[in-house]
């Protein structure tokens, strides 16, 4: 078993934001966010994602952060550490099993976004006609092989970064891509509000509209602040556990949330003003990206060369976030079961390579099967936002405030005194012992319907 001494971790403040923050931005950010923001109505859903990430997201990621770095070990160790003899490890599996079901679906959309990268630099599914970039999204995801091959090559690119360890791998590549990414966001927002249709995109962004929201929409909002954090189920834990010692806990979740808002906000200015300014409608879902955005590139001078920079920016975010997920499994094989890093990445890229093609199959050979209603792209999708990382997350809340205690909260988060965290610390116990577990059980309850 590898000892601390041997641990490989993040080796700067810079690094740590880098991988933290690349874990948080994905395709929650570029994929879920706009979708979500379009089907419910815009700035309403906005402003409910806004409280559930300020009143659960961040006590609930500071909680993670400060036990991974606590027990410097994976989540079903650090919660065994932490709670002797007692069963709280058992959130640590269920965390390692929501990674798997996450990355099943995930990596099938990274699949679609790489092959979209491709598509541009191509110049195939480009076209002003929606009816043709339709089209095109549906003979990707009705084939089989397309659908497949391209995620082998997600999982093996990610599996091959990860073999480079922690430092080598996750911080030296999140280091590099994340300002990329910003720079990339940034031009194409400029580029969209200078087109007609920018008014009237922000105002459907920013002016709230609550005739869409209900229970079930108010969950996702929440499951949506989860699944954009990263929290609900130890990736936290794990990146926490690679933090320096002297690392400002709170700061650090603080800029990566700022940041990470900030990046679903530049995807939304860059994508609605478009939208918009060719009368398509915000509400596609899904499908927003991959069928509404070609037919928009299709109309703007240099439509092929904005589609190729944001399916590649894009990929980026995606790529931090495969990472840190992948590497919950990775870590937790490696130190408990004792395998070689080498072999927990095989072992995990196999065990996602096999649900994964679930998923994407789910779309063509295996349309008819369906459970609970739904295919199992998105029975995975809804268990994992909307059951698991809520549930994970109130597990984690009562934990810190009932189980690990305040003192040993506010010990681990003002870094054994050296930094003057302690009253925040002491408020924070407080919303994670009342605040977070019940808003987050009642969000819950009322969304699937059980009150
Ligand atoms: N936050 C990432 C995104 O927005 C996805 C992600 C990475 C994630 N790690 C996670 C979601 C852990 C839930 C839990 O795309």
Excluded at 161 to 188: D, H
Excluded at 254 to 264: K, P, Q
Excluded at 315 to 327: K, Q, R, Y
Excluded at 356 to 381: Q, T
Aim: net charge positive.
């Amino acid at each position: 078993m590898a000892t601390s001494a041997q641990r490989d971790g993040f080796t700067s403040t810079l690094g740590v934001l880098a991988a933290t923050l690349g874990s948080a931005v994905g395709l929650g950010n570029i994929w879920k966010f706009p979708a979500l923001t379009g089907s419910y109505g815009g700035a309403g859903f906005l402003l409910i994602y806004l409280c559930a990430t300020l009143l659960v997201g961040l006590p609930v990621m500071i909680a993670e952060l400060a036990i991974g770095r606590r027990a410097r070990a994976n989540p079903i160790a650090a919660l065994k550490s932490l709670a002797p003899g007692r069963p709280w490890w058992l959130v640590g599996v269920t965390g390692m099993v929501a990674a798997f079901m996450i990355m099943a679906f995930y990596s099938e959309v990274v699949a679609w976004v790489f092959a979209y990268v491709w598509k541009s630099v191509e110049g195939s599914a480009l076209s002003s006609e929606a009816a043709v970039t339709e089209g095109a999204f549906a003979a990707l995801v009705s084939s089989p092989w397309q659908s497949l091959i391209w995620q082998w090559v997600v999982l093996l690119l990610i599996g091959g970064i990860l073999l480079r360890g922690v430092s080598g791998g996750i911080e030296a590549v999140t280091k590099r891509l994340m300002p990329l990414l910003f720079l990339l966001l940034a031009a194409l927002c400029v580029f969209s509000l200078t087109l007609n249709g920018a008014p009237q995109g922000l105002a459907f962004l920013f002016s709230p509209d609550f005739s869409k929201v209900d229970g079930s929409v108010v969950l996702t909002a929440v499951g949506l602040a989860f699944f954009k954090m990263s929290i609900g189920m130890g990736t936290m834990m794990t990146y926490g556990s690679y933090f320096r010692s002297d690392q400002n806990i709170p700061l650090t979740a603080g800029r990566v949330m700022c940041a990470d808002l900030a990046v679903s906000l530049l995807a939304g200015i860059a994508i609605f003003p478009a939208v918009f300014t060719f009368g398509f409608e915000p509400t596609a879902g899904p499908s927003l990206v991959f069928i509404t955005l070609p037919a928009v590139f299709a109309q703007l001078p240099f439509g092929q060369a904005l589609m190729f920079v944001f399916f590649v920016l894009t990929s980026i975010a995606a790529i931090g976030a495969m990472l840190s997920l992948l590497e919950v499994p990775v870590l937790i094989l490696h130190e408990r079961l004792g395998m070689t890093r080498r072999r927990a990445i095989a072992v995990s890229l196999l065990v996602v390579g096999v649900l994964g093609a679930g998923c994407a199959l789910s779309m063509n050979l295996l349309a008819s099967w369906r459970v609970m209603g739904r295919s199992l792209f998105d029975l995975l999708d809804f268990l994992s936002s909307n059951v698991l990382l809520p549930i994970g997350g109130i597990l984690i809340a009562l934990f810190v405030g009932w189980v690990w205690g305040r003192d040993a909260f506010i010990a681990a988060v003002s870094n054994d005194g050296s930094r003057e965290n302690r009253r925040l610390a002491s408020s924070l116990v407080l919303v994670l012992r009342y605040v977070s577990p019940v808003l987050i059980l009642l969000v819950m309850l009322n969304g699937l319907g059980v009150i």
